[in-house]
């Protein structure tokens, strides 16, 4: 297992770091029997290949020694293995959701950066330092920067698309946690759907008599629906909250402002906030997904929807308030407030928004402290991203909206 690996001139690829002669070695730390050992690989392949969910040039050449280890029953943590595969494929998943990867659009866009990334400076190069990529980059147009980003993201998507029909062999796993991972990776190949979506609904009809096997089951709807089909309606009325969950956002994502009215209403329970669950989109934050599928509605569930966020905006906080608040936001300022603009002078909606998060002192926190991506997401829309200043501004004390 893993003989290939020393047939490629680590040290000649690039990672966050550099040079990724050490991106071996850490590979074959993770089918150590050792748990230290393995834990201590993939915190280093997660702060070096898939940096901060950003994906260089030695990950893409990572990815077929990792699915080597995935397709192996005896390597420990398969699930984790899959976890990272799909960071390496797109990132994180709140760039994309409620939608799947946008690979043609990502294709357009990477057309030429082979070019780009082939003129770049290589570790080889006597004048080669730690900041010679970067400058490179930062000398580029806006285009080709565009061009050099794509084609390496790219790279690493086609090469991890490579282990689709591994993952849909593991929809069958005997370890639900596996399903769930496959499951969810499956989701952003689009190009796939027509095999993958027969095997996501053969999963999603396994034995369910564990509460993880309905969390696999409900991963393959979810996926299924990001690929495109609806599932049957009766899924909606089933007797586990989350499958009831799972059917509606997929039920709405391919029908949007068609919906039926119990695919909305299950989502309305959900987005106003409920507990964070081990499904892996948006990291577990269920309410969150079915907020943002619901943004998408903007027919005649318009008015229930901004309804649901204004009660659970008071309920949430850290990343799920990010995700509540943002949505909220984009629906009532469809522009900045501009300069000097008075409360009363606001639209009926932004007044009632801005009025909740004022009142709502957990939506700004991240754990004991203030949260500063609340306050930078609030300063987008030409609001104080202090509380206090908002309450002022709400309570008449202050004439504009910005700090």
Known sequence: MLERLDDIDWALLTHAY???DDVPGQIRDLARADDDVRIG???????????????????????P??????????VPDRPVLVEMLAVMAIGGDEAWLPGTFPVALMREQAHGGDAVRAAAPRPDHPDYDDESEYRYVEALSDEDQQRYYRHIE????????????LLRELLRAPDPALRIRAAYTLAW???????????????ATDAQDTAEQVRAAATALVAAGLLGHRPPDHLLAAPERVTRWAAAVATALVDGDDAPDAAVTELLGWASGAPRDQIPFLDGNLAGLAGLVLERLTGRHAGKVFAAWL??????????ALTMVASALRVAFPEPVPAGTAYGHLA?????LLTVLARSPRAWMLGEHRFGNFSLLM????????????????????????T
């Not at 993939?42 to 030695?58: C, D, M, T």
């Not at 009926?348 to 009632?352: A, N, P, T």
């Open 18 to 20: 550099g040079p990724a």
């Open 41 to 63: 690989a993939y915190q280093q392949l997660y702060a070096s290949i898939v940096h901060q969910g950003s994906r260089y040039e030695a990950t893409a050449y990572a990815a």
């Open 65 to 74: 020694f990792l699915l080597e280890l995935l397709a192996d029953e005896d």
């Open 154 to 165: 790219l790279a690493v998507y086609d090469a991890v698309r490579a282990g689709v029909p």
């Open 189 to 203: 190949f689009p190009e796939d759907a027509a095999d993958s979506v027969p095997a996501l609904l053969a999963a």
């Open 311 to 320: 009660r659970g905006i008071p309920t949430v906080s850290g990343s799920d």
């Open 348 to 352: 009926e909606d932004q007044r009632r």
């Open 379 to 402: 300063s987008d829309y030409g609001l104080s991203g202090s509380r206090e200043h908002l309450r002022a501004y709400v309570n008449g004390e202050v004439r504009s909206a910005r």
